[in-house]
């Protein structure tokens, strides 16, 4: 489904979207990036295979009304994953809510206004199907999550209010196109650039001692290479439709922790003490109270719990396999050392 017409990509600069670029490039397609700063501030970017020959970087922000008009005039496919990706944040509203919501909207009105885009494919996350998983659920796309909101996993109730905004453009202005939104939960695996994402954060965290002991915490886990994947599939494939799931598999924190430790990464502070039983679990929630207000939240809203959920539909559609979570999980380290984003102590 080559097109000689590029393919828009918002928030190129991020560590997903530098991998989807990779694979837009790798599979022959001419790909318009957005950033916020010049061009030469991404030799990353620009030094990929194709970038010299198919890439274009042109500059957007979510704030700014129409700020995408150029970005995606004559462009067929859109692939919008600019969203800020924090936990820890001043103010949920002008941090994270507006350019989430906004950035949508003018991106939807801007694609309408091109008249030429057939599919806007968002990467919207599992933060907008729950904020809070019952273990004895199976969770498909026909869930929402109706939870969170300002004061209550704010970015995930950015993500939510982005992906119903997208899916109200849609059936509100009828614009012409398609929209098929990508929902990934935590997303590993190595980076194309030298910053420190937010899902690789944490990875970093468990391994410095910001987790003082294991918790029963269970996260979903996906690896970027497939997750870059799944995007192009998603653009390319004509029956793609609706939300998908995007989870390659979950993994408790002892199996996370006991999973780095055998693979000989030493003279980090990976926790020791196991508090994953019942009376651990009941001083993490007291303790919990002592954490900044977020992150304090996201841990009473996950501890204990297990998202199940249905990939099915994904599978059918897009036939798409996963790598191991053990070789991302690995990966993922070397990375972090490789970047040295990880210091021995
Ligand atoms: P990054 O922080 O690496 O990338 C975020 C991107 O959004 C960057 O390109 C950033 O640009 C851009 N951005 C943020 N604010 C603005 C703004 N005001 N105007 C224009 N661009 C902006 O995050 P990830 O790659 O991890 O995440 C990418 C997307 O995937 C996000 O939508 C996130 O919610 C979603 N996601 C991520 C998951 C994960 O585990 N990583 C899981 C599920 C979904 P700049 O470089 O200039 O700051």
Known sequence: MITEKPVCLTGASGFIAAHILRELLANGYRVRGTVRKKPENYPYLLSLP???????????DLLADGSFDKAVEGCEYVIHTASPFEINVKD???????????????????????GSVRRVVLTSSIAAITDEPENNKVYTGNDWNT?????????????????RAAWDFIM???????LVALN???????SLSPALN????????????EYPAIMDLNWGFTDVRDVAKIHRLAMENRNASGRYLCTAG???????????????????RLPKADLSGKIGTALITLLSYTKPKNVGKYIRTQIG????????????????DFMPLEKSVIDTVEDLVRWEHLKTT
């Open 92 to 114: 949920p509203q002008t941090d994270l809510v507006d350019p989430a919501v906004n950035g949508t909207e003018t991106l939807m009105e801007s694609c309408r206004k091109a």
């Open 184 to 190: 990934p939960p935590l997303v590993l695996g190595p």
């Open 172 to 178: 509100q202005k009828r614009p012409g196109y398609d």
């Open 147 to 163: 939870m969170s909101s300002l004061e209550r996993n704010p970015y995930y109730y950015s993500k939510t209010l982005a992906e």
């Open 305 to 320: 719990r297990t998202m199940n959920c249905d990939i099915s539909r994904l599978q059918r559609d897009l036939g798409c």
């Open 50 to 60: 194709g970038a010299a020959e198919r890439l274009e970087l042109v500059n957007a």
């Open 198 to 209: 937010t899902s690789k954060l944490m990875i970093r965290d468990i391994m410095t001692g």
């Open 250 to 268: 979950t993994l408790h924190m002892r199996d996370l922790v006991g999973m780095i430790a055998a693979a000989g990464f030493t003279g980090y």
